[in-house]
């Protein structure tokens, strides 16, 4: 399976999240922008339609005034004349001159009703006889309204344009007895319309409504003129031709875009409100978009940059995430001592195996006396050779194997294989070349490998590969104590011990809700006060509904693993307690009882409080209680030890070492724990060869503690010779079958009685 890791698909998908999620962002972030641009140019367009009008009214506006102060004038004249009957033009001008000074007229003259005129400038050069009956303006006069002409050419000025500007003229009696001509000069209104438009970029004509062109700007020439014709503008949709005709036809006014030459141009059309002419305003498109672009363009810029910007930000932070991520899954996932994958990641990628088709085997290797090799040769060289038996696995693993080192020098895999002897032959390559390296490298390697094999059949499917593991382990456990390199298969035995201690574990619990638990007692005796009955050790008897007794060597190491012996030494604690309650309410002497107390109990935050609180309840008097700990308790924690055991002894508590002898650390344990009680091991009365040395050892064991001024229990004595080589040696107590049995209750009481009278 190699390197198969399962969180890299994890990462790369979490990675795909990722870039999907920043590609939406971006996505979204200009797609906004772009929607604000497209509305601000809407609102651009809105402004420069408004700005163009505006334009347009101005010049319609200043059209309009200097036309009517024109007529205005005219009338004034007009009225005077006709009520005087002047037909002079000299006298005209005079009065023209009179009614508005500075007039910028430069003819003047009265046609009589046939149409006969004779002009006059204002310098006094006259121009008789002109005929102006077929003129439009002369005949509207005649009409009764005023009227100006369009710009026509002079006839007396080459090059220069005019207008005629007509009013009627009305005697006393308001007919109309002739009609007042004046001539302007065409640069007036032009002077109008070539008012600068939007910082000069347009321009304005004027149009007629038949849409004749009647006069442009100056702008408008030098753009490259405009048509005769409103028709003839050019880039108008057909939409925009018909709303121009509607409009002209209408007297209303209408925007659109026309082509001059190249230039996009935005114009409004509006009557102007001097007769049929109307205005036409036009700016350069891309005038009026200036503002626009400069400010879309800004924004856009920043758009990009605040886009870049922040995938720059997002990019950064996902390097640093996978960066962070890495380091915590080699943390997670790899043992840091050989590189390779950690017990996790191996349990991981096994059950990912696992359901592959053929045999697979767990395999769990310990290298026996490393320990010594590490003392030895210090831990650089003990992780050294952790390292090369690493590197050792990894050359011999199979393509599709797996391992890892599980903790320490325990090392765990997989192997497929068809026989088993497949792996027993891998087994003895794995020591034969690991010797053959080591003779190399280090001077003498003694260690040795001891491999257990767990091979599940199919009815182990339910098992998870750590059990698995645990299997295996418990194969190899099974032969540690074996010299030399060996391995063994996990078979029957283990798998019946394994069952039932799993069910014992299972069936624990509820036993000793249902009182499956029982106290037998075992008496001591004082053998230097004539043997009699001291006390006794309260031991646990597992009495099964259908397997009947069960001894505590089978069920106190599987509740040791459970934790189930916490609560197991309670209740047989409350079960001395509450029978001493009663023993002493019956009238009892007082004995001493001694229950045994285990490890995980003693590491109980509680500890103490519960067994003050319980002996209290029962009111057992001080110094009748003993509790038994074992020197394995003190392992790692001696000063914890002490410290509970002067704690328990301040409450009334005896503590009385248990099974001592059978450790490495008694003597020394001797010194600082301040115990009162000491229980020979069972060993030291039982299969021991030289009996005389044997006798050397606990004779001094014994004088030591009197010297310490602490009793002496001698355990497990089962020949009355023994008793008296103790009784001589000044051991206080012995607790053995020479005397009694444990016993259940009902006997022991019997005995008490029995014992009282003596
Ligand atoms: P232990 O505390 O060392 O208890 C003494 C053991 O030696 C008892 O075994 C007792 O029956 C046995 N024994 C006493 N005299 C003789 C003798 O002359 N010859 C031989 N061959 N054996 C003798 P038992 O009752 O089977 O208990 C075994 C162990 O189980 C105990 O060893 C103790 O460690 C543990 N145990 C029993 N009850 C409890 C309990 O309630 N709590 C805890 N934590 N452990 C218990
Ligand atoms: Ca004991
Ligand atoms: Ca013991």
Redesign the pocket.
């Known amino acids: 399976m190699g390197d198969t890791k399962v969180w890299e698909g994890e990462r790369i998908r979490a990675n795909k999240r990722w870039n999907v999620t920043a590609v939406l962002l971006c996505l979204c972030f200009v797609l906004g922008s772009i929607l604000f641009l497209t509305n601000m140019g809407r609102q651009y367009t809105k402004e420069n339609l408004v700005l163009l009008d505006n334009a347009a009214f101005q010049h319609e506006t200043a059209l309009v005034k200097q036309v009517e102060g024109d007529f205005q004038t005219l009338h004034g004249v007009a009225v005077f004349a006709g009520r005087q009957d002047i037909l002079d033009p000299e006298q005209l001008i005079r009065l023209v001159g009179e009614v508005n000074e500075g007039n910028a007229f430069i003819r003047m003259g009265l046609a009589s009703l046939t149409g006969e005129l004779e002009l006059m400038e204002l310098g006094g050069k006259r121009y008789p006889g002109v005929d102006i009956s077929e003129e439009e303006f002369f005949r509207q006069a005649l009409a009764g309204r005023d009227m100006i002409s369009e710009p026509v050419p002079d006839p007396y000025r080459d090059g220069e344009y005019i207008n005629y500007y007509a009013v009627p003229v009305r005697n006393g009696e308001e007919a109309i007895v002739g009609v007042l001509c004046a001539v302007n000069g065409a640069d007036v209104v032009r002077a109008i319309i070539e008012a600068p438009l939007l910082n000069d970029s347009g321009y304005t004509n004027l149009y007629s409504s038949r849409g004749k062109l009647i006069l442009s700007s100056g702008t408008a020439l030098a753009n490259g003129g405009q048509p005769q014709e409103l028709a003839g503008l050019a880039g108008l949709s057909e939409k925009e031709r018909a709303a121009v005709e509607e409009a002209l036809e209408q007297n209303s006014s209408v925007h659109f875009n026309y082509k001059a030459g190249n230039t996009g141009m935005l114009a409004v059309l509006e009557p102007s409100g001097v007769e049929d002419w109307f205005v036409l305003c036009s700016i350069p498109v891309a005038a009026l978009n200036q503002r626009y672009v400069v400010t879309s363009a800004g924004a856009m810029l920043i758009i990009v940059a605040a886009c870049s910007l922040f995938t720059l930000l997002l990019w950064r932070q996902r390097r640093m995430m996978n960066r962070n991520q890495a380091v915590v899954e080699r943390l997670a996932y790899e043992d840091s001592l050989t590189g390779g994958r950690n017990y996790n990641q191996f349990l991981m990628e096994a059950e990912l195996v696992r359901r592959q088709d053929g045999w697979m085997a767990v395999w769990y290797c310990d290298l026996k006396k490393f320990k010594y090799y590490n003392d030895a040769l210090g831990y650089a060289a003990g992780d050294d050779m952790l390292r090369r038996m690493y590197r050792l696995f990894e050359r011999l693993e199979q393509p599709d194997g797996l391992f890892c080192r599980l903790m320490a020098d325990n090392f765990v895999g997989l192997r497929w294989y068809a026989e088993r002897e497949e792996l027993t032959e891998w087994f003895s390559r794995v020591v034969r070349e690991f010797h053959q390296e080591e003779s190399e490298t280090a001077s003498r390697s003694y260690i040795e490998l001891c491999m257990g094999f767990y091979c599940p059949d199919p009815s182990d499917s339910g098992l998870t590969v750590n059990e698995m593991v645990n299997r295996a382990n418990m194969a190899q456990k099974s032969i540690k104590g074996e010299s030399g390199s060996r391995c063994a298969f996990f078979n029957e035995t283990l798998r019946q011990r394994f069952q039932q201690e799993a069910a014992m574990e299972a069936q624990g619990q509820q036993a000793l809700a249902e009182g499956q638990f029982q106290p ?1 007692f ?1 008496p001591k005796f004082d053998i230097q006060h004539g043997d009699r009955l001291a006390g006794a ?5 597992w009495i099964h509904p259908q397997k009947g007794m069960i ?3 089978q069920f ?1 190491p599987v509740f040791e693993k459970s934790g189930l ?1 916490m609560q ?2 309670r209740y ?1 604690f409350e079960q001395a307690c509450s029978w001493y309650r009663r023993y002493l309410d019956g009238g009892g002497a007082r004995i001493n009882l001694a ?4 490890r995980a ?1 003693l590491l109980r935050e509680d500890f103490v409080d519960y067994y003050v609180r319980v002996k209290e309840t029962y009111g057992i008097p001080d110094g009748a209680m003993e509790l ?1 700990v ?1 020197e394995s308790l003190a392992l790692g924690g001696e000063e914890l030890l002490c410290q509970l055991v002067r704690e328990l002894q301040a409450h009334g508590f005896t503590c009385s070492l ?2 001592f002898g059978s450790g490495y650390s008694s003597l020394n344990l001797l010194k600082n724990l301040p115990i009162r009680v000491l ?1 020979l091991d ?1 060993l030291f ?2 299969r021991s060869v030289d009996k005389v040395r044997e006798r050397i050892v606990v004779r001094n064991i014994i004088n030591m503690a009197r010297e310490l001024k602490i009793r002496v229990i001698a ?4 020949e009355t010779e023994s008793v008296e080589f103790l009784r001589g040696a000044g051991c206080d107590i012995v ?4 005397f009694a ?2 016993m259940p209750l009902a006997e022991f009481e019997a005995l008490l009685a029995g014992s009282a009278g003596k």
Not at 537 to 541: A, G
Not at 595 to 598: D, H, Q
Not at 715 to 718: A, D, I, K, L, T
Not at 735 to 738: A, P
């Open positions: 037998y075992q050790e309260v031991l646990c008897r001894p505590p060597d106190i012996i197991l030494d047989m229950v045994n107390v285990s109990g038994e074992t248990d099974d229980k069972i009365f039982q355990e497990g004595v089962e607790q053995g079958y020479v049995k444990p």
